[in-house]
């Protein structure tokens, strides 16, 4: 299993349709998992889904439960690791930065069982508030990266990764990407599972304790463990080089771009290409094609992580390097087939030579732009949220300045038209901190909005600052008992949530439920009004379950 | 062999379901496939759109370059527009002319229906009308793919194989309502 040799799909396989996500998941299960977290984020949810649903994995009552966020996830899985299993825990890549704490000085530790960091990037921004790249997080905490090109690998890698984190003591990250997460294809499968890892305690445990005088010696040790890295990403069969007829140009095309790379050529690349799908990168390989190829092209989906390497701070290479950074390819969004054929097109003008006849609407073209307009996402007929916006704006109308601090999940679109209803959105818990901000510099009314799930996520801690101040505020939970936006996923805090807030201190006479129905809009304008006069911090659970999740019950029942 | 699709409509038509039923049929023809879709936020009502590959030959990219599409496969006339940039010279779009308007910019329906008129190979009728006649309104996807089936190198049987994989677990009722309103489809779309 921990050999560096490439899988066998040989007809003892079983070939099953899976997206990105659940290939890489089942991977770790025949891999021999033994618990898996996460918190739900759009595009990796779909991986503890997977393994919630996977026969083996009930069978073997693997942890498949929703953790309340992304550091307690990580920390979680690290325990699991600590004890000789394997784990794997999963996030947006935006829940890396709530897990960084822990993910980074998980280098330091370092991993006894083999532990996976799976990190989904969502370049485009699909369902997202950034483009940031996972692949800086790994360079930053020094732990070797896995991008997978494709389904295949997303499942292969997982063995191998937990391979290579056992071979190496580290917890190893495995990037992927929202057009790899969702995208299906076949992939050839191991017909069980191996065994899971026996409980054994590190071998090194000093190194778990994370003092100044031991990270002091840990962390040389991991610096000099960067060659070992290097030289595993040298060997793998997730890197490679390949041949061309033309070294003219030289292509680097990192995870899911090395299949862009490859649509452009159906008769076959007549480029030499470096294939990156292991980090930290192998600069044998990489001078490998320098020293090859007149130029060198990099196309990598997400932030120009290797260009930026290759090129340096002067941008003096031993070979002119394009990209993203000379504009060969878009410096944001995500990369797509035609983007890489036209970066290959401005390198080298003769692969026009025989370009294709005119898409058969070229013609409409200009019919088309009124033709075609926007349609946003927006908050389902019958959802709660609906109702305490349209509370919350007629109790707005009441003040010259009021300002609503807003959060992440479904009720972000709330500042969509009709509501227009929040003034921010930055991340998970933010509502609650930046309306205390805002109120300590003297705004009135000082609104946070915040669903039940992101309460429990990051709100709370938030909540405990403004209860300590009593802080003039008032805070709206719109709970629709799950979380929404990523498909109804358990939350965490289901029917816990005014013992919560009494719990940190909340004033009893400020904590109001109430339904979010349309019959109670009045109500709810009368509560918040009054509670918007309260000289300290308010708190309403405004509840009606999720319309989507409610429709699934009544299925069921 | 090979056919790329696009899928088109909005979130909660039913146009993922499409795609994991000739997913499943392909799977038995032992073609390459390759289906990309978008989760998340856009699934609230906004527009969705998936790419669908098959090939008997191994497919690199998931995502269908533009004009290279052989088929846009829409619920709703708008959004096949939406993608019309992906279709190759001799593609083919099947779609519902009924329009789902949930927005109040939505453009006049006569004059995206005259302009995919322009297009030399459509297959354009009301689905829903179709899907209420001979199964329910809830099965005006299953209309759709049946439309689109004459243009998809899939045996009709092997895509009724499909539904019956993916609609099996829900009873043979839904099998049944499923499977009538994709030879509805295939029908319509044969006699136009």
């Not at chain 2, 895509?159 to 295939?186: D, L």
Request: a negative charge.
């Amino acid at each position: 299993m921990n050999e560096n040799k490439p899988t066998d799909h040989s007809a003892s396989k079983v070939m099953k349709l899976l997206l990105g996500d659940e290939a890489l998941a089942l991977g770790a299960i025949n891999a021999g998992l033994s618990g898996a977290y996460a918190y739900p984020g759009t595009p990796s949810t779909e991986i503890l889904e997977f393994v919630q649903a996977n026969p083996t994995a009930r069978e073997r009552g693997l942890h498949s439960h929703w953790s309340s966020n992304e550091k307690t996830a990580v920390e979680e899985a690290l325990g699991m690791s600590f004890c000789g299993k394997r784990s794997m825990v999963s996030m947006k890549h935006v829940g890396l930065n709530v897990a960084a704490d822990a993910f980074v000085n998980s280098a330091m530790t370092g991993a006894n069982g083999g532990m996976l960091v799976i990190s989904a990037d969502d370049p485009s921004m699909h369902s997202s508030q950034n483009e940031q790249d996972s692949r800086f997080y790994a360079r930053f905490a020094m732990t070797p990266c896995l991008e997978p090109s494709n389904q295949q690998e997303a499942y292969d890698m997982a063995a191998y990764g937990f391979g290579l984190s056992e071979r190496l003591r580290i917890p190893v990250m495995v990037r992927l990407v929202t057009r790899l997460s969702h995208s299906r294809a076949q992939v050839a499968t191991e017909p069980e599972a191996a065994a899971e890892n026996t409980l054994s305690y590190p071998q090194n445990p000093r190194q778990w304790v994370l003092m100044p005088g031991n990270s002091r010696v840990r962390y040389r040790e991991l610096i000099a463990d960067r060659e070992k890295m290097e030289q595993e990403s040298v060997e793998s069969p997730f890197n490679r080089l390949s041949q061309g007829s033309d070294n003219s140009l030289g292509i680097i095309a990192s995870g899911i771009a090395y299949n862009y790379v490859m649509e452009c050529f159906p008769q076959g690349c007549p480029f030499p290409v470096l294939k990156i799908s292991q980090y930290p990168l192998p600069k044998k390989l990489i001078s490998e094609l320098f020293a090859k190829v007149d130029r060198v092209m990099v196309a990598e989906e997400g932030q120009p992580v290797i260009e930026e390497m290759l090129r340096g701070l002067l941008d003096t290479p031993s070979r002119p390097v394009l990209g993203k950074l000379d504009g060969h390819l878009p410096r944001t969004g995500e990369l797509t087939p035609d983007s890489v054929m036209e970066a290959l097109v401005k390198a080298v003008p003769s692969l026009r030579a025989g370009s294709v006849e005119a898409p058969a609407a070229s013609s409409l073209q200009a019919e088309l732009k009124d033709l075609v307009v926007a349609r946003p996402p927006a908050l389902c007929q019958g959802c709660g949220h609906r109702d305490v916006y349209a509370a919350l704006t007629a109790a707005m109308k009441m003040y010259e300045a009021p300002k609503v601090f807003g959060d992440i999940g479904c009720y972000t679109l709330g500042w969509l038209s009709p509501f227009n209803a929040i003034d921010t959105c930055l991340d998970m818990g933010a509502s609650i901190t930046m309306a205390k901000g805002a109120a300590d510099a003297g705004q009135h009314p000082s609104v946070a909005i915040i669903g039940d799930s992101t309460f429990t996520h990051s709100g709370m801690t938030g909540l405990l600052d403004a209860v300590n101040e009593d802080t003039p505020m008032t805070v709206i939970i719109s709970d629709n008992l799950t979380t929404g936006m990523t498909g109804g996923q358990d939350s965490q805090g289901t029917g816990k949530l005014e013992q919560i807030c009494l719990g940190l201190g909340v004033d009893p006479a400020h904590l109001h439920t109430i339904d979010s129905l349309p019959k109670t809009v009045e109500e709810m304008k009368s509560l918040f009004l009054s509670e918007f006069e309260h000289k300290g911090l308010s708190v309403i659970v405004a509840r009606r379950e999720c319309i989507q999740t409610a429709r699934r019950h009544a299925k069921k029942a | 062999m090979k056919c790329d699709i696009i899928l088109a409509g909005v979130g909660g038509q039913g146009i993922l379901s499409i795609a994991t039923i000739l997913g499943a049929a392909a799977l038995r023809e032992n073609l390459h496939l390759k289906q990309a879709e978008v989760h998340g936020m856009s699934q609230r009502g906004g527009d969705v759109m998936s790419c669908l590959r098959l090939s008997s030959d191994p497919i690199a990219s998931d995502l269908i370059p533009t004009g290279k599409a052989d088929l846009i496969v829409a619920l709703e006339p708008m959004e096949a527009l939406r993608h019309i940039g992906w279709l190759s010279p001799a593609g083919r779009v099947v779609t519902s002319t009924v329009p789902f308007v949930n927005i109040p910019t939505y453009p006049d329906t006569a004059r995206i229906l005259d302009t995919l008129g322009k297009l030399p190979n459509v297959t354009a009728f009301d689905m829903e009308q179709v899907a209420k006649e001979k199964a329910t309104l809830r099965a005006s996807n299953m209309v759709l793919l049946g439309a689109a089936s004459p243009y998809i190198d899939l045996s009709p049987e092997k895509i009724e194989a499909g539904i019956q994989a993916v609609f099996g677990p829900k009873g043979e009722k839904m099998v049944e309502t499923n499977i009538a309103a994709f030879r509805a489809g295939r029908e319509t779309a044969l006699s136009l």
